[in-house]
């Protein structure tokens, strides 16, 4: 026995699958990505923001002075 609804043009609710535009489907599947590892993509900006400040911290001149004993300076530590 048929169910009403279940043929071909029926209206039972399972009419055509529209499929958006290939730029469409790139997006959502962005979107679906990012929202799948958002986690993993913070923790990655964050090291790699860590990275930039301590290299550029660790660039300076002032910073090998922590490190340098000054020939004739006043010795803090001793």
């Not at 609804?5 to 979107?31: C, H, I, L, M, N």
């Amino acid at each position: 026995m048929r169910r009403p609804g279940a043929g071909r043009g029926g209206g039972g609710g399972g009419g055509e699958v529209r499929r958006g535009s290939a730029v469409t489907r790139a997006v959502d599947a962005v979107f679906a990505f990012v929202r799948m590892a958002e986690f993993e993509i913070l923790f990655f900006l964050f090291l790699v923001v860590a990275f930039l400040l301590f290299k550029d911290l660790t660039s300076r001149p002032e910073y090998n002075q922590i490190f340098v004993k000054k020939p004739g300076g006043n010795d803090f530590w001793s």
